[in-house]
C-alpha cells in the first residue's frame, strides 16, 4: 500500500536557525498537504500543493513539491519559538486517501 | 472556513464499556469523513473511510467490529468503540471532505481506559 515517509524524525535548532523536513512518498500522488501540530492539539491545515514542481510560500515557511510528484519539503527560515510543534506531511494518493508522513517533532532554544 | 466538531474531546471509561465519539460538519455537507487514531508521539493512522449511506471501508489491521462506524447523515458520522480495553487509548480524530476534495480535521477526541 501506500507509505509516506518523512525525515528526521526530529530536530533541535536555536532560535534564528533555518529547518527543513523532507517527505517521501513510494508512489505518486495527486496532492500533497502539510500539517502543524501542538503538543496536546490537532493537526491544523497549513497549504496544499498539487503541481508538479509547485513551491509555495507562506512567510518564512517554503514548501516545494517534486517534479515526480513523490517528495515533497517543508523550509523554514529564521525559526522562531513560535514555530515549535510537530509537521506532518499528507499524501493523496490514487484511492483519495490521506496517508500521513511519521512526522518531524521540532524544538526551538530560544 | 469550514468547521469540524467532535464530541466529547475527553473520556474516561472503564475496561469493557463502549464509547461512542461524533464527529459533525458545521457548515458544509461532507460525503466521506474520515477516522484516524493518533498514540503519543506518532503519526496519525486512518483507521477507516466513512461513506454517508454506505458501510464504512477499514484499513488493514483494524477491527470493524470493534471500531463500529455509521455516518447517517452528510454532516454526522460516530464512531464507536466497543468493549473498550486499556490499548484502546489514544486520540481519535475524524475529518470530513467537503465538495471540492478539501479535507477538515476536528479537533479530537482523547480516549482513557482504565
Known amino acids: 500500500g501506500q507509505q509516506v515517509m518523512q525525515i528526521p524524525q526530529y530536530q533541535h535548532v536555536q532560535e534564528g536557525e533555518d529547518f527543513t523536513t523532507y517527505c517521501n512518498s513510494s508512489t505518486t500522488l495527486s496532492n500533497i498537504q502539510w500539517y502543524k501540530q501542538r503538543p496536546g492539539g490537532h493537526p491544523v491545515f497549513l497549504i496544499q500543493l498539487v503541481k508538479s514542481g509547485e513551491v509555495k510560500k507562506q512567510k518564512r515557511l517554503t514548501f516545494q513539491f517534486g517534479e515526480a510528484k513523490k517528495n515533497s519539503s517543508l523550509h523554514i527560515t529564521a525559526t522562531q519559538t513560535t514555530d515549535v510543534g510537530t509537521y506532518f506531511c499528507?499524501?493523496?494518493?490514487?484511492?483519495?486517501?490521506?496517508?500521513f508522513g511519521s512526522g518531524t517533532r521540532l524544538l526551538v532554544r530560544p | 472556513g469550514a468547521v469540524v466538531s467532535q464530541h466529547p474531546s475527553r473520556v474516561i471509561c472503564k475496561s469493557g464499556t463502549s464509547v461512542k465519539i461524533e464527529c459533525r460538519s458545521l457548515d458544509f455537507q461532507a460525503t466521506t469523513m474520515f477516522w484516524y487514531r493518533q498514540f503519543p508521539k506518532q503519526s496519525l493512522m486512518l483507521m477507516a473511510t466513512?461513506?454517508?449511506?454506505?458501510?464504512?471501508?477499514?484499513e488493514q489491521g483494524v477491527e470493524k467490529d470493534k471500531f463500529l462506524i455509521n455516518h447517517a447523515s452528510l454532516t454526522l458520522s460516530t464512531l464507536t468503540v466497543a468493549s473498550a480495553h486499556p490499548e484502546d487509548s489514544s486520540f481519535y480524530i475524524c475529518?470530513?471532505?467537503?465538495?471540492?476534495?478539501?479535507?477538515?480535521f476536528g479537533p479530537g477526541t482523547r480516549l482513557t481506559v482504565t
Open positions: 475529518s470530513a471532505r467537503d465538495s471540492r476534495g478539501e479535507q477538515y
Open positions: 466513512s461513506n454517508e449511506g454506505s458501510k464504512a471501508t477499514y
Open positions: 499528507a499524501g493523496l494518493g490514487s484511492s483519495y486517501k490521506l496517508i
